[in-house]
């Protein structure tokens, strides 16, 4: 069964950092690019960052750069993201998702996470 987890959420006071993982079962990662997404309450789901399959080449949403690191870690089949300085504004569920070789817009991947909480709040 193929499968992507999220992990790595919470609570967090602004300016805190979290790392997110999202982890693989029934296929090998390195094979597929990997996107970040998040939707916050009331919005639409957008594309924080990617990373593609071929290339390791990154891209990243202009509100989050400079904030959040996407990496991949094939011999643990997971691909993370990194991130610091967090703001209100970041407050979202975030997914992971997959797709052949290269990143693309939503929603056009194959495979979802179920998602996991990123709440930040003093």
């Known amino acids: 069964q193929l499968q992507l987890v999220e992990s790595g959420g919470g609570l967090v006071q602004p300016g805190g950092s979290l790392r997110l993982s999202c982890a693989a079962s029934?296929?090998?990662?390195?094979?597929?690019?990997i996107g970040w997404f998040r939707q916050a309450p009331g919005k639409e789901r957008e594309g924080v960052s990617c990373i593609s399959s071929s290339t390791g080449s990154t891209n990243y949403l202009d509100s989050v750069k400079g904030r959040f690191t996407i990496s991949r870690d094939n011999a643990k089949n997971t691909v993370y993201l990194q991130i610091d300085t967090l703001k209100p504004e970041d407050t979202a569920v975030y997914y992971c998702?997959?797709?052949?070789?290269?990143?693309?817009?939503?929603?056009?991947?194959?495979?979802w996470g179920q998602g996991t909480q990123v709440t930040v709040s003093s």
């Open positions: 029934g296929f090998t990662l390195n094979y597929y690019a």
């Open positions: 998702a997959a797709r052949s070789y290269s990143c693309s817009a939503y929603p056009n991947y194959d495979y």
